[in-house]
């Protein structure tokens, strides 16, 4: 494994492309906007191309990357689509209609594609170096894609459907097939029309099966089969590398009768690879995530609550056919493996092998939209920072919270590292109010709350905690820790698990919280002391009532 994976497929890649002979090599995505556009869809369809393309151009390849969407994809209707809306029912007048002429749901914006994509689009430039350039099927239809259905699919229209038809199976199309999909002018449907009659002026005589109608329209408001349509996008943008998904990978599959109408259609399909789906776990269930099903998390939701890195690090790490589980109750393991190739890149630790130094080097390198830094950066393990975070409170994050963190020995002064730690403190604050498992999820009232101080069942032993955590000489982690251990000598399994239960009820208002001592040691010295002390001593008086 001391190769990684990207170093072995730009090896390959780059002797295949050199026979291509271009100037300028294109690499291209594709997604189609039906929805949820989650970071599933960084894996295969941007990062990967941008790696491949960032190590070339190191080589001094010129790359363009582009990300094409499609937007005249018909909408499907399904449940989890009509329940965006605030009236599903309503909403089966769109199913079929072109996704960018769908309605945005909550009416925020112009259409279905732009309000779902809002959530990834805009964050596109944060996960990479920011050199992807993005088009749309639409803009092609009206420009490379209109000359590629006049001047090569119509005049050869009949080689076409025998192409297509040794893929279709079932169903096979009739002699004198016309492979467009003209928008119906009166129920707004793309996926219901036959193209009767091709006329002059590049328009077309359909019927629509679902209304009934018949009528005329131009070629760019029509949509190719869509097997043709992917060979139709290759030769509109010249594209000579391309990722594609596990879907379209099986011989004889979808990639395959693209390639070969592309041959047939005097041109080679481009370079490509495939790559397995991303799945999400929550909740103890396990599930791929899905656009038009609604399953995962966007760009923007993740940066809310990790750093780019680290998805990068979690893609780069896995090669693009081994499938890659999410789950967002753990992402501070993930900062652990991240900080652990951080270590073994600057040299401060080595992995069980050369092999695995390597790669895991290799990874942290790449988990990097632009750059690594310089210098080793501060490492803050991200449990460490929810507990910050929740203790401070979210309005003092970048002053109290960084503070909190230098104190403990955890922030150096550099620029690199104040700015991961400012961003590092908020990500984990809104961590630990959603995703963390509810031991580390916790706030400090202002006092004990009285249900609290009801179960308290043994004040006495708070007021003792309360005297020796007043005379522990030095307000760390260890010395609390060490504290809390000779406190805790000679009480039984049961005792020492009621005395906690006691402690967090006085401290967070509930039995059960994070690890004691690095949460006491985030916490003023005298805030502690009085609070519990105060807490014994209402716990009395509650209960003498």
């Not at 494994?1 to 990207?6: P, S």
């Not at 070969?260 to 789906?277: D, I, K, Q, T």
Request: aromatic share 12%; net charge positive.
């Amino acid at each position: 494994m001391a190769v990684h994976w990207v170093d072995k497929l730009v090896e390959e890649l780059e002797a295949r492309l050199k026979r291509r002979a271009k100037e300028e090599y294109v690499f291209n995505g594709g997604l189609s906007v039906s929805g949820l556009q989650h970071v599933g869809r960084l894996r295969g369809e941007v990062l990967l191309g941008e790696a491949v393309r960032r190590e070339l151009e190191r080589r001094g390849f010129k790359v363009k990357q582009l990300l094409t969407l499609y937007t005249v994809d018909p909408w499907k209707g399904k449940d989890e689509q009509r329940s965006e809306f605030p009236d599903p029912e309503a909403a089966r007048k769109y199913v079929g209609w072109p996704l960018d002429k769908v309605p945005d749901p909550r009416g925020c914006h112009p259409s279905w594609v732009e309000h779902f994509w809002s959530d990834f689009g805009p964050y596109i430039r944060v996960f990479t170096d920011g050199k992807i350039e993005v088009v749309t099927t639409r803009e092609l239809y009206r420009g490379r894609l209109k000359e590629f259905i006049t001047r090569m699919v119509l005049p050869r229209r009949e080689e076409i459907r025998r192409v297509i038809n040794r893929y279709r199976g079932r169903k096979p199309y009739k002699e004198g097939w016309i492979p467009l999909e003209p928008r119906c002018a009166r129920c707004g449907r793309i996926d219901s029309t036959e193209a009767l009659e091709l006329l002059e002026g590049n328009r077309v005589r359909y019927r629509c099966s679902h209304c009934g109608y018949e009528g005329e329209a131009s070629i760019e408001d029509s949509k190719l089969n869509w097997r043709i349509e992917w060979a139709g996008v290759w030769w509109s943008l010249r594209v000579d590398f391309e990722p594609y998904g596990k879907d379209h990978a099986t011989p004889g599959g979808s990639r395959d009768s693209a390639a070969e109408l592309a041959r047939l259609l005097g041109f080679e399909p481009p370079e490509g690879v495939w790559y397995e789906w991303v799945s999400l776990r929550a909740g103890g269930r396990e599930a791929d995530m899905s656009s038009s099903g609604f399953t995962g998390i966007t760009p923007r939701e993740w940066l809310e609550i990790a750093h780019p890195q680290i998805l990068r690090f979690i893609y780069f790490l896995h090669p693009p056919t081994r499938r890659v589980v999410i789950d967002l109750s753990e992402i501070p393991s993930y900062y652990s493996q991240y900080y652990r190739a951080e270590r073994i890149y600057f040299g401060l630790e080595e992995a069980s092998s050369i092999e695995d130094t390597r790669y895991l080097a290799r990874t942290y390198e790449l988990s990097h939209p632009t750059r690594p830094p310089k210098n080793p950066p501060s490492q803050i393990p991200y449990g460490h920072a929810a507990i910050v975070a929740q203790v401070v409170g979210p309005e003092r994050l970048g002053t109290e919270g960084l503070e909190r963190l230098r104190r403990a020995g955890l922030l150096d002064d550099d620029e690199y590292s104040i700015e991961w730690a400012r961003g590092l403190l908020e990500k984990a604050y809104r961590w630990a109010r959603r995703y963390a498992p509810k031991h580390l999820r916790f706030e400090i009232p202002p006092k004990p709350p009285e249900d609290a101080l009801r179960k308290i069942e043994r004040p006495e032993l708070l007021e003792k905690l309360a005297e020796v955590l007043e005379g522990v000489y030095e307000w760390s982690e260890e010395e609390i820790k060490q504290a809390l251990i000779k406190f805790g000598e000679g009480m039984s399994g049961g005792e020492r698990r009621r005395f906690y239960r006691d402690f967090y009820l006085a401290i967070v208002g509930r039995p059960e919280g994070p690890r004691a001592a690095p949460l006491l040691s985030l916490m003023e010295r005298r805030f502690v002391v009085e609070r519990l002390k105060t807490a014994a001593s209402l716990s009395r008086e509650l209960k003498g009532r």
